[in-house]
């Protein structure tokens, strides 16, 4: 079965630190992938996603991410986090050889120290 | 657009008791339906995919006696948690695909239940 891998449990900085959170998958043939957040208590957000094209995406809040198809990998970055940025991100990834279902990373915690 | 709603947002119930959970497209049809689980601090685990008009399909390891899904039109779906215990506590939510090219998901808010 397809997987995807999310490094880091749980990372924490301080403020204006750069953030980068690693995501891989098992090799599936055609892919999506997706960056999502959950704030403490709230519902799933999406940050960013990719279909195709550009493989450096933009998403909200000042998210980036990168598809480097060579190493399944779909890192999430940003240059300077801020408190507000404390959340889980989840890494999902959506394998069209399994018939479009999304399969999701077991999440890292982001705590940003003020 | 492609809003998903989930209701209710919290529900209590009894040990034993079933509940119903409902989560709506808004405002696009979707013709497939999923159903998760999450845990606290712990990645959402799809529980089953639901077609309109037609049985769910269960991952391994759910009950499907236990988690009966419906997706009786193509903007409602719901999931009843039979004879509910302890362990049944969670967080449920739903997503739906919509009739489109592209397999994206929507996320609806997500259903806390607690059993006591």
């Known amino acids: 079965a397809q997987s995807v891998s999310q490094h880091n449990h749980h990372v924490i900085l301080s403020e204006a630190a750069s953030l980068e959170l690693g995501c891989n998958y098992s090799?599936?043939?055609?892919?999506?992938l997706f960056w999502y957040v959950q704030y403490p208590g709230q519902h799933l957000q999406l940050l960013l996603k990719?279909?195709?094209?550009?493989?450096l995406v933009k998403g909200i809040k000042g998210f980036e991410a990168e598809f480097i198809k060579s190493k399944f990998s779909f890192n999430l970055r940003k240059p300077s986090v801020q408190w507000s940025d404390t959340a889980e991100y989840f890494c999902?990834?959506?394998?069209?050889?399994?018939?479009?279902?999304?399969?999701f990373g077991q999440g890292t915690e982001l705590s940003v120290k003020p | 657009g492609a809003v998903v709603s989930q209701h209710p947002s919290r529900v209590i119930c009894k040990s034993g008791t079933s509940v119903k959970i409902e989560c709506r497209s808004l405002d696009f049809q979707a013709t497939t339906m999923f159903w998760y689980r999450q845990f606290p601090k712990q990645s959402l685990m799809l529980m089953a995919t639901?077609?309109?008009?037609?049985?769910?399909?269960?991952e391994q390891g759910v009950e499907k006696d236990k988690f009966l899904i419906n997706h009786a039109s193509l903007t409602l779906s719901t999931l009843t948690v039979t004879s509910a215990h302890p362990e049944d506590s969670s967080f449920y939510i739903c997503?739906?695909?919509?009739?489109?090219?592209?397999?994206?998901?929507?996320f609806g808010p997500g259903t806390r239940l607690t059993v006591t």
């Open positions: 090799y599936g043939g055609t892919v999506n």
């Open positions: 990719y279909f195709s094209g550009d493989p």
């Open positions: 997503s739906a695909r919509a009739h489109s090219g592209t397999y994206e998901q929507y």
């Open positions: 999902a990834v959506i394998f069209y050889n399994q018939g479009g279902k999304l399969i």
């Open positions: 639901s077609n309109e008009g037609s049985k769910a399909t269960y």
